[in-house]
């Protein structure tokens, strides 16, 4: 998923801080506005806007500059910096700007900045060391967050079923073939059988006869590692708030879950 990331911060560098940690996550070219830069935004799948709020708003010339892009059908996500504990509707200039250039918002981000002006003066600044180490790992979350979001299966579930492999269901979107019932999702067409799924999946969900399939997904307890170590994204969980109760129940009234884990283990023991 290629990601850019535009930021203005030029009253203390703390809006810098905060869009360097997002785009660690979402592994985002990071772009100042300040550096006046003419990006092609047709050849990007996800794109993010942040600045420092400045009188109840995002930086004026961050949402000039939103004003100019064409964001057709662009998945867009939004963060700042402040100086109030609440952030109130500081967000709603900069949405209503995206939206009139056709982008989607699909997430929304703000910590506290330090701020020394006007009556902050008095007590040398207020939010002294923010964004700090919580915050930052608050940003991270939502990075990790817009990037599921932002994944290419995220809809898959509403695809029609074409066929089943061993069981497991096969959709089509275009090129590419997925499998993977109602959780976990694997696009075959991309997959480099790595074979890594199947070595960092804890409760070996997956199998591998001529491809790899997330054979037993009701074992899957949505800890990512899959996901997050595919080289190719070709993974995805589709996490749900009924998915965490049925994994919930699972754990308390049977032993499914346990012995599913201990499987591989007792392999190695032999
Ligand atoms: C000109 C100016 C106006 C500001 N207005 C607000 C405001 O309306 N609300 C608020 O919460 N913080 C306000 N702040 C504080 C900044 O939003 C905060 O310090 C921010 O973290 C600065 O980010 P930066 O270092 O990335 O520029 C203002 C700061 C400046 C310099």
């Known amino acids: 998923m290629k990601t850019i990331i535009f930021y203005r911060s030029s009253y203390k560098g703390n809006t810098f801080k905060v869009a360097q940690s997002i785009a660690e996550v979402l592994s985002a070219e990071l772009v100042s506005i300040d550096t006046n830069p003419e990006k092609d935004l047709s050849k990007y799948d996800l794109i993010g806007f942040g600045a420092a709020i400045n009188f ?3 930086d004026i010339q961050l949402q000039q500059f939103v004003a100019k892009q064409n964001l057709s059908g662009k998945k867009v996500f939004l963060f700042s910096t402040r100086c109030r504990p609440l952030l109130d509707f500081y967000h709603s200039p900069l949405k209503k700007i995206i939206k009139s250039k056709g982008g989607s918002i699909i997430g929304e981000f703000s910590c506290r900045g330090y701020d020394r002006t006007g009556p902050w003066v008095v007590v040398n600044g207020y939010n002294k060391n923010h964004p700090n180490e919580a915050d930052l790992f608050r940003s991270r979350l939502f990075a990790d967050k817009i990037r599921r979001k932002a994944h290419p299966l995220a809809a898959i ?12 269901s096969l959709r089509q979107i275009g090129k590419d073939r997925i499998v993977g019932k109602k959780v976990v999702f694997l696009n075959t067409s991309t997959c480099v059988h790595c074979g890594r799924c199947l ?5 070996h969900i997956f199998t591998y006869s001529e491809i790899i399939l997330p054979y037993d ?5 949505q800890c990512q590692l899959c996901a997050d170590n595919c080289p190719s994204s070709s993974i995805f969980i589709r996490e749900s708030f009924l ?3 049925r994994i919930a129940l699972r754990e308390s009234f049977s032993d499914e879950l346990q012995n599913a884990y201990q499987s591989n283990n007792s392999i190695k023991e032999e």
Request: aromatic letters at 4%; one cysteine or more.
């Open 56 to 58: 109840a708003a995002h």
């Open 157 to 168: 579930n509403k695809s029609r079923v074409i066929e089943y492999l061993k069981g497991v």
């Open 199 to 203: 070595n960092v999946c804890p409760m």
């Open 243 to 245: 998915n965490g109760i």
């Open 217 to 221: 997904e009701s074992n899957c307890i």
